[in-house]
């Protein structure tokens, strides 16, 4: 069983552990997909019992492209037998011994070739950040700033297509007002950093670095945007990154 534990249109946390309870009461295993979780709510993969865990740096551990992470069950890893490898799943990688395969018995045996070590070093900081911060901290500040977001969006008549339940609801709150697709990409325009989500509405994922009143500047950008018609030289054609 594969999915996400935080929804990427609609923020919405997924009951990971009743998931993964109900699979492992059949026979089957999880794995969980978590660009979306780590970084801005609590994860424990150890109470979840979760048997896979993935995700990446590019997103709410502020780090950029080809960082990413995995995680396997401890108990589950010597029976694993990996379809791709590479030089640093080997026990003994510097013997290159190429007609004898053999797996280490550690979490390494499912690492491949050489990674990308410039993106390696680009991960660290974002990582350290968040570590010095506290996901706590970081939790707190992003339920009660998208609270603050939905408020104001439904306030000026706009839809919101995230969990009104803040336990439920994770860093993102979607936001689906009047030509949503070309206000984006007029906000945009104006450095307002957002993204788009066809079906779902623009998203706005505040973090620990964003302030309330940067927060009330999206929502009254949007007002502005729709009152001026500034978003209809937008509305002809799609870029292609939304």
């Known amino acids: 069983v594969s999915l996400s534990h935080v929804l990427f249109r609609s923020a919405y946390i997924m009951p990971a552990a009743e998931i993964v309870a109900k699979a492992h009461a059949v026979g089957a295993q999880v794995l969980l997909n978590g660009y979306h979780s780590v970084g801005v709510i609590p994860v424990d993969v150890t109470a979840l019992n979760v048997d896979f865990y993935v995700g990446g740096t590019l997103k709410w551990l502020c780090g950029g492209p080809g960082g990413v992470f995995l995680y396997v069950r401890p108990d589950l890893r010597p029976s694993l037998q990996p379809r791709m490898t590479g030089w640093f799943a080997h026990p003994r990688p510097f013997a290159f011994e190429v007609n004898n395969y053999e797996a280490r018995d550690d979490v390494f045996r499912f690492a491949n070739g050489t990674p990308a070590i410039p993106a390696l070093y680009a991960v660290q900081p974002g990582v350290e950040i968040i570590a010095e911060v506290g996901i ?59 993204d788009y989500r066809e079906g779902a509405g623009i998203r706005a994922a505040p973090h620990f670095y964003t302030t309330d009143d940067e927060v009330r500047a999206l929502i009254d950008a949007i007002s502005a945007i729709l009152a001026d018609g500034s978003w209809k030289p937008f509305s002809r054609d799609r870029a292609f990154v939304t």
Request: glycine share 6%; aromatic share 4%; hydrophobic share 45%.
């Open 136 to 194: 706590d901290a970081i939790r707190a500040k992003s339920m009660r700033q998208t609270a603050l977001l939905i408020e104001l969006a439904r306030g000026a008549g706009y839809v919101v297509n995230s969990p009104m339940n803040p336990e439920e609801r994770g860093g993102t709150v979607t936001i689906n007002p009047p030509e949503a697709y070309a206000v984006s990409r007029a906000l945009i325009a104006q450095e307002i950093v957002i």
